[in-house]
C-alpha cells in the first residue's frame, strides 16, 4: 500500500511523458501511439550494412549483402539497426542528443536489445563511437555512450564499454546534409588507436554502439582505423538507419 501511495505520489508530481510525443504515459516507455509508429526492421536486411531488403530472394541471390555493400562495402563487417530513421524515432534521438533527454536512452537501449545481444555476446570489446573532446564539453554527454552503457546494464552481464582502444582525433563539423563522399573526406584520419592499445585490439572482434547510420562514413572510418591496428572483425549496433 505504500509503496503505490508512493508511486501516485510521484507521478502527481512529475507525470512520466513518452519521449517521442510529451504524452503522459502510465510508466516509462513510449505511449501507444509512438509503439504503433515505430517503425521496426526486420531481419530480412543487409548482413553488411544493416539496409532493410524488400524483395525477400534478394539475400538468397547474393549472399545476404545489397548491392550497395557488394559494389562499395563499408569498412565493417556487420551491421544491425532496429528501427527506420523517421518519426517518432528521429524525435527520440533528436531529444536525448540535444534536448538533454538522457532518460530516452533506456527506452532507446530496450528497442536495440534483441539485435545487439548476439553481438555482445560475440564481441571481445564494446565501445561507443568516439565523440570529440570538444563537442564532448559543448553537448556534456556522448549520446552513443549512454546507450553502450545502459544497454551493457540491461544485458551486458556485468560486461564494461572500453573506451580507450578508439579516440576520436579530428572534430569534425556536423554531416547534416553532406553527400556521403564530402562525409567520407571530411571523416578521414578522424579516429585513432593510441599506441599503446594497439597490441589489446589486434585479432579481436570489436562491437560498435551509436544512434543513427545515415551514410556509415563515420562507423566506416572508426572501423577502418581499427582493422589498421589488426583488429579481426568490426560489427555495429545503431538504434536507426536513414533508409
Ligand atoms: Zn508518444
Ligand atoms: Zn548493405
Given at each position: 500500500m505504500l509503496k503505490l501511495a508512493f508511486k501516485m505520489a510521484?507521478?502527481?508530481?512529475?507525470?512520466?511523458?513518452?519521449?517521442?510525443?510529451?504524452?503522459?504515459?502510465?510508466?516509462?516507455?513510449?505511449?501507444?501511439?509512438?509503439?504503433?509508429?515505430?517503425?521496426l526492421i526486420s531481419s530480412?536486411?543487409?548482413?553488411?550494412?544493416?539496409?532493410?531488403?524488400?524483395?525477400?530472394?534478394?539475400?538468397?541471390?547474393?549472399?545476404?549483402?545489397?548491392?550497395?555493400?557488394?559494389?562499395?562495402?563499408?569498412?565493417?563487417?556487420?551491421?544491425?539497426?532496429?528501427?527506420?530513421?523517421?518519426?517518432?524515432?528521429r524525435r527520440m534521438i533528436l531529444a536525448l542528443k540535444h534536448g538533454d533527454r538522457q532518460d530516452i536512452a533506456p527506452?532507446?537501449?530496450?528497442?536495440?536489445?534483441?539485435?545487439?545481444?548476439?553481438?555482445?555476446?560475440?564481441?571481445?570489446?564494446?565501445?561507443?563511437?568516439?565523440?570529440?573532446?570538444?563537442?564532448?564539453?559543448?553537448?556534456r554527454f556522448n549520446q552513443s555512450a549512454?546507450?553502450?552503457?545502459?544497454?551493457?546494464?540491461?544485458?551486458?552481464?556485468?560486461?564494461?564499454?572500453?573506451?580507450r582502444i578508439l579516440i576520436r582525433k579530428k572534430a569534425t563539423p556536423p554531416q547534416g546534409k553532406k553527400s556521403k563522399a564530402q562525409r567520407i573526406s571530411a571523416m578521414r584520419g578522424a579516429f585513432q588507436v593510441p599506441t599503446d592499445q594497439r597490441h589489446r585490439v589486434k585479432g579481436k572482434h570489436i562491437l560498435i554502439i551509436d544512434d543513427v547510420l545515415t551514410t556509415g562514413a563515420s562507423l566506416s572510418s572508426a572501423a577502418r582505423c581499427l582493422k589498421l591496428a589488426d583488429a579481426r572483425e568490426i560489427s555495429v549496433s545503431t538504434v536507426a538507419r536513414v533508409c
Open positions: 510521484e507521478q502527481l508530481i512529475a507525470p512520466h511523458l513518452c519521449p517521442a510525443c510529451d504524452a503522459e504515459v502510465a510508466d516509462r516507455g513510449l505511449c501507444s501511439n509512438c509503439w504503433i509508429d515505430l517503425k530480412q536486411a543487409c548482413g553488411q550494412c544493416g539496409l532493410p531488403f524488400d524483395i525477400p530472394m534478394i539475400d538468397v541471390l547474393n549472399g545476404h549483402v545489397c548491392g550497395q555493400c557488394l559494389m562499395d562495402p563499408p569498412d565493417f563487417d556487420h551491421a544491425v539497426s532496429a528501427l527506420v530513421y523517421a518519426d517518432p524515432t527506452v532507446l537501449a530496450r528497442i536495440m536489445a534483441p539485435k545487439t545481444i548476439p553481438l555482445i555476446e560475440a564481441a571481445d570489446f564494446i565501445l561507443p563511437l568516439p565523440l570529440h573532446r570538444s563537442r564532448f564539453f559543448k553537448r549512454e546507450l553502450t552503457r545502459q544497454i551493457l546494464a540491461l544485458h551486458g552481464g556485468g560486461r564494461m564499454m572500453d573506451t
